[in-house]
């Protein structure tokens, strides 16, 4: 499951993508950088190579 913003905003995704962001959030919300670091590898959450070219 990719995070899609212009999906999520139109409510085109589903309970995964809800589950996403929680688990984002609940890692923002703690002082451990490796909990964050965790989440890079997350595959939701890999930026398109369009938006970092």
Not at 14 to 33: H, M, N, R, T
Request: glycine share 8%; net charge negative.
């Amino acid at each position: 499951m990719t995070l899609a913003p212009a999906e999520a905003y139109e409510g085109k995704t589903g309970p995964d993508c809800d589950q996403l962001i929680d688990v984002v959030a609940d890692a923002c919300s703690k002082d451990d950088p490796a909990t964050l670091a965790h989440l890079f590898g997350n595959e939701g959450l890999i930026a398109r190579q369009c938006i970092i070219s």
